[in-house]
């Protein structure tokens, strides 16, 4: 195609205006070239990477700490000497930077790192991650090193892609080595997206069921190696499996400029909520790829993300997750470097200057516009500080590891070539306005005592600062918060963190038995009028659901019953075939059912954590709180037509239930990996949560369903002398999950001083009331602002109206 170009992996298709544009920026930034020249130092990753040789061949370890203020290697504990993860990263840096150089040492440490990735590779495609020694021993059993089609796997399809593209210009025969490695993992990665085009539907979002791994920011990784590959050697396979994986990511975004989650692609295909910035290549990913096949619509999707989601970051202030309430500490260049990676493929992809100004002030944290003010890339000793936990400079950890090396690397290279990205990197925030998170656990109790939660984690994003407050039926809290003249003087959208709770149409109901079945696996004498719970259907996998061939090739049914003793379980599981070769702990390598108990569906820890599994030994129930045998329970086995079925006789003694009454709700979960990463359950949600577990409740023979009904449930809030905003809350089709709703679309104005927050309880009353469960109040300027000064006198002010979407930049001369 007339006017493509490669730029380090990326192919451009730049318009004669375009290269006009850039060739008047090159022209305009000597200055700027030459300080780029220095910006570059891989002195510290090559020290961290040491030659080794196993089994008679040459290759690279990259060392993965190295501490203040020596700064000398220092490895992983309990996990080993080096991982792909970090070793194909650096492989690619070392590419890219040997393509900027013409160095051929860094092309030969290229080569080092590329036979350690290979090294590493199983012969199925997947990976495993770490090494122990420098001998080159595998763990294979670590939870951060076995074999998978996850991160490392990706990062080193990405490894292998690039080596390709690059080592097909100056060693064909090596090239051709790196791409049967390549090809093996491609072959694996297609295979999981056999259910291209169907989507499965979570909270009311339509979301691509063949999302790899469930996990967009996984894939969208390896999209990076899959374009790489086919910028050098073209092929339909690889442009078909980019195409699904490319189509999957810009199809998954989410909310407007002023809906959360604001154009987000989320992370993770059962969080729709939830964002976090390390690895987050998405956006990086979709416009790599869109150069790479001609596909305008995937850069477009990255775009509207970089115009609003991520223009967050630049016009109010970082923050390492989102889900569903910003939290800013913990900044690391592992997600500064996706922020430099969009801004500057969207300058290659569009030629808009914008795009590169906005790789620079992303880039500009490295060099200490950042909330610690410190700078966090040393041009003279090529370290990259570890990451930021605070807004002062003891908060800095001065440690230099190789991810952060490496990812700081690749963001300076990505910016090194772009003067109007370059003459930015130094500047520093002098003003500037933010948002407020108010903690809704910290209001003044006025009518009544609310229930306080603790909870980090919900599987599905973060609580902010850790709790949450439920609010019954005749409560009310009020939260005073004060603003200053200056913060007054904005124009305020008003949002609340908050449960959006399901819909409750009765509880499902374990039914009591006066005759305790047999335990002998066949189920012939159990009641045939009990109710079951399924596990069929895509949206019940938490992860890889792409691998999964439908319900007559995976499922599971769970039929449980009780009495005064135990909780009987009878589970028929769909499986071409049973393979468990473990015991004891290590049944998690083969067929295991997974189950998850907790005594109260309010309960803020599990109460039981078990499997079930047919081993070498026989059947076997391990106890995963107490790392033994579950006392008391009794497991069968057989095998049936097309699966197998167990079942199980569990004591309430082991469930923490002392005396079970009907009436009694619990929280249950039954889950199994189908291969590779995958799991499937009843909900599709994290089961080591104790909040996504299923309420179950006991009944006696003729109790109806409607006796577990929750009213509905919804909030009432008012802000000073506003008028009152009621947001109904059981709104969810689904589960319970947490979200940002807006409670003011009309902006409005806050006073100087004081300000107070009003809540209560507005759902219905009845037998037995709900709780409006709220996390925290996020107070946001309608309009973000930044104002930036240059090292030569200049004042840069950004600004982005966060309900219009327009972007503002103003120069000012000194």
């Given at each position: 195609?007339?006017?493509?170009?490669?730029?380090?992996?990326?192919?451009?298709?730049?318009?004669?205006?375009?290269?006009?544009?850039?060739?008047?920026?090159?022209?305009?930034?000597?200055?700027?070239?030459?300080?780029?020249?220095?910006?570059?130092?891989?002195?510290?990753?090559?020290?961290?990477?040491?030659?080794?040789?196993?089994?008679?061949?040459?290759?690279?370890?990259?060392?993965?700490?190295?501490?203040?203020?020596?700064?000398?290697?220092?490895?992983?504990?309990?996990?080993?000497?080096?991982?792909?993860?970090?070793?194909?990263?650096?492989?690619?840096?070392?590419?890219?930077?040997?393509?900027?150089?013409?160095?051929?040492?860094?092309?030969?440490?290229?080569?080092?790192?590329?036979?350690?990735?290979?090294?590493?590779?199983?012969?199925?495609?997947?990976?495993?991650?770490?090494?122990?020694?420098?001998?080159?021993?595998?763990?294979?059993?670590?939870?951060?090193?076995?074999?998978?089609?996850?991160?490392?796997?990706?990062?080193?399809?990405?490894?292998?892609g690039e080596g390709v593209r690059v080592f097909d210009k100056v060693d064909q025969a090596y090239a051709d080595r790196l791409a049967e490695a390549y090809l093996r993992t491609e072959a694996a990665l297609g295979d999981t997206l056999g259910n291209y085009g169907e989507f499965i539907e979570r909270h009311g979002f339509r979301i691509p069921a063949w999302i790899p791994g469930g996990e967009p920011a996984v894939a969208s990784v390896g999209l990076l190696g899959l374009a790489a590959y086919q910028q050098a050697r073209p092929n339909d396979t690889t442009a078909d499996i980019i195409t699904k994986i490319a189509d999957s990511v810009s199809q998954y975004r989410l909310g407007e400029d002023s809906v959360y989650p604001f154009n987000m692609h989320p992370v993770s295909a059962n969080a729709p909520g939830f964002w976090h910035d390390w690895g987050a290549h998405m956006t990086h990913a979709l416009v790599v790829a869109g150069m790479t096949l001609d596909r305008?619509?995937?850069?477009?999707?990255?775009?509207?993300?970089?115009?609003?989601?991520?223009?967050?970051?630049?016009?109010?202030?970082?923050?390492?997750?989102?889900?569903?309430?910003?939290?800013?500490?913990?900044?690391?260049?592992?997600?500064?470097?996706?922020?430099?990676?969009?801004?500057?493929?969207?300058?290659?992809?569009?030629?808009?200057?914008?795009?590169?100004?906005?790789?620079?002030?992303?880039?500009?944290?490295?060099?200490?516009?950042?909330?610690?003010?410190?700078?966090?890339?040393?041009?003279?000793?090529?370290?990259?500080?570890?990451?930021?936990?605070?807004?002062?400079?003891?908060?800095?950890?001065?440690?230099?590891?190789?991810?952060?090396?490496?990812?700081?690397?690749?963001?300076?290279?990505?910016?090194?070539?772009?003067?109007?990205?370059?003459?930015?990197?130094?500047?520093?925030?002098?003003?500037?306005?933010?948002?407020?998170?108010?903690?809704?656990?910290?209001?003044?109790?006025?009518?009544?005592?609310?229930?306080?939660?603790?909870?980090?984690?919900?599987?599905?994003?973060?609580?902010?600062?850790?709790?949450?407050?439920?609010?019954?039926?005749?409560?009310?809290?009020?939260?005073?918060?004060?603003?200053?003249?200056?913060?007054?003087?904005?124009?305020?959208?008003?949002?609340?963190?908050?449960?959006?709770?399901?819909?409750?149409?009765?509880?499902?109901?374990?039914?009591?038995?006066?005759?305790?079945?047999?335990?002998?696996?066949?189920?012939?004498?159990?009641?045939?009028?009990?109710?079951?719970?399924?596990?069929?259907?895509?949206?019940?996998?938490?992860?890889?659901?792409?691998?999964?061939?439908?319900?007559?090739?995976?499922?599971?049914?769970?039929?449980?019953?009780?009495?005064?003793?135990?909780?009987?379980?009878?589970?028929?599981?769909?499986?071409?075939?049973?393979?468990?070769?473990?015991?004891?702990?290590?049944?998690?390598?083969?067929?295991?059912?997974?189950?998850?108990?907790?005594?109260?569906?309010?309960?803020?820890?599990?109460?039981?954590?078990?499997?079930?599994?047919?081993?070498?030994?026989?059947?076997?129930?391990?106890?995963?709180?107490?790392?033994?045998?579950?006392?008391?329970?009794?497991?069968?086995?057989?095998?049936?037509?097309?699966?197998?079925?167990?079942?199980?006789?569990?004591?309430?003694?082991?469930?923490?239930?002392?005396?079970?009454?009907?009436?009694?709700?619990?929280?249950?979960?039954?889950?199994?990996?189908?291969?590779?990463?995958?799991?499937?359950?009843?909900?599709?949600?994290?089961?080591?949560?104790?909040?996504?577990?299923?309420?179950?409740?006991?009944?006696?023979?003729?109790?109806?369903?409607?006796?577990?009904?929750?009213?509905?449930?919804?909030?009432?809030?008012?802000?000073?002398?506003?008028?009152?905003?009621?947001?109904?809350?059981?709104?969810?089709?689904?589960?319970?999950?947490?979200?940002?709703?807006?409670?003011?679309?009309?902006?409005?104005?806050?006073?100087?001083?004081?300000?107070?927050?009003?809540?209560?309880?507005?759902?219905?009353?009845?037998?037995?009331?709900?709780?409006?469960?709220?996390?925290?109040?996020?107070?946001?300027?309608?309009?973000?602002?930044?104002?930036?000064?240059?090292?030569?006198?200049?004042?840069?002010?950004?600004?982005?109206?966060?309900?219009?979407?327009?972007?503002?930049?103003?120069?000012?001369?000194?």
């Open positions: 195609m007339d006017g493509s170009r490669v730029c380090r992996g990326i192919v451009c298709r730049a318009p004669t205006i375009i290269l006009i544009v850039m060739v008047l920026l090159m022209l305009s930034g000597v200055v700027a070239s030459q300080e780029a020249s220095d910006l570059v130092n891989l002195d510290h990753l090559r020290f961290l990477t040491e030659p080794v040789t196993v089994n008679g061949e040459e290759m690279a370890v990259v060392h993965i700490y190295s501490e203040y203020p020596d700064y000398e290697w220092v490895d992983a504990a309990g996990e080993g000497l080096s991982a792909v993860d970090d070793v194909a990263r650096a492989a690619v840096v070392y590419l890219w930077q040997y393509e900027r150089t013409g160095d051929e040492s860094l092309l030969e440490l290229a080569r080092l790192c590329l036979n350690f990735v290979r090294y590493m590779q199983a012969d199925d495609g997947e990976f495993y991650n770490f090494v122990t020694d420098k001998q080159g021993t595998i763990n294979r059993r670590g939870g951060t090193s076995f074999k998978s089609l996850g991160w490392w796997a990706m990062r080193g399809l990405w490894a292998l305008p619509d995937w850069i477009q999707s990255a775009a509207e993300s970089a115009d609003s989601f991520l223009l967050r970051q630049l016009a109010f202030e970082r923050f390492r997750h989102i889900g569903v309430v910003p939290y800013r500490l913990e900044q690391i260049a592992y997600g500064t470097n996706m922020l430099v990676q969009t801004y500057a493929a969207l300058y290659q992809a569009t030629g808009e200057e914008r795009y590169a100004r906005y790789a620079g002030l992303a880039g500009s944290w490295y060099f200490g516009n950042n909330m610690a003010g410190v700078p966090m890339y040393d041009p003279a000793t090529g370290r990259t500080l570890d990451g930021i936990n605070g807004p002062v400079a003891w908060r800095v950890n001065r440690n230099s590891g190789a991810e952060s090396t490496i990812e700081g690397l690749m963001s300076l290279i990505a910016l090194a070539d772009i003067p109007a990205a370059v003459e930015l990197l130094r500047v520093q925030t002098v003003e500037g306005n933010s948002w407020l998170v108010l903690e809704a656990e910290n209001g003044e109790r006025v009518v009544g005592t609310p229930t306080y939660f603790s909870v980090n984690w919900t599987g599905e994003g973060y609580v902010s600062g850790g709790r949450y407050v439920g609010i019954g039926e005749g409560q009310r809290m009020r939260l005073v918060f004060e603003l200053t003249p200056e913060q007054a003087n904005e124009e305020y959208l008003v949002y609340v963190a908050h449960l959006r709770q399901a819909k409750n149409s009765g509880a499902n109901l374990i039914q009591r038995v006066d005759t305790a079945p047999v335990i002998d696996g066949s189920g012939a004498d159990w009641p045939a009028d009990l109710p079951v719970l399924e596990s069929n259907t895509a949206r019940q996998f938490l992860r890889g659901a792409g691998l999964w061939q439908g319900a007559d090739v995976d499922s599971h049914r769970v039929t449980l019953a009780w009495d005064d003793t135990n909780l009987y379980m009878l589970v028929d599981v769909r499986d071409p075939e049973h393979v468990q070769t473990a015991t004891l702990s290590n049944v998690w390598q083969g067929d295991t059912l997974w189950i998850y108990v907790t005594s109260d569906p309010n309960a803020r820890r599990l109460s039981a954590k078990f499997t079930l599994a047919q081993t070498p030994d026989g059947p076997q129930v391990w106890d995963w709180v107490s790392t033994g045998f579950l006392r008391g329970a009794a497991l069968a086995w057989q095998a049936t037509e097309g699966g197998y079925t167990y079942e199980a006789a569990i004591p309430w003694s082991s469930l923490d239930v002392e005396q079970p009454a009907a009436g009694q709700q619990i929280g249950f979960e039954a889950g199994r990996g189908i291969g590779g990463n995958s799991f499937m359950d009843l909900t599709g949600r994290d089961p080591d949560v104790p909040a996504n577990l299923l309420t179950l409740m006991l009944a006696e023979p003729g109790m109806d369903a409607a006796a577990g009904v929750t009213p509905a449930v919804a909030l009432d809030v008012r802000l000073n002398d506003g008028e009152t905003i009621t947001l109904p809350e059981s709104v969810s089709p689904d589960s319970d999950y947490f979200w940002l709703d807006l409670l003011t679309p009309q902006p409005v104005k806050l006073n100087a001083g004081e300000n107070v927050i009003r809540y209560r309880y507005a759902g219905e009353s009845g037998d037995n009331p709900g709780l409006s469960k709220i996390d925290a109040f996020y107070i946001q300027p309608v309009t973000a602002r930044r104002v930036f000064q240059h090292p030569d006198g200049r004042t840069i002010t950004l600004t982005y109206n966060t309900l219009t979407g327009r972007a503002t930049w103003d120069d000012h001369a000194p």
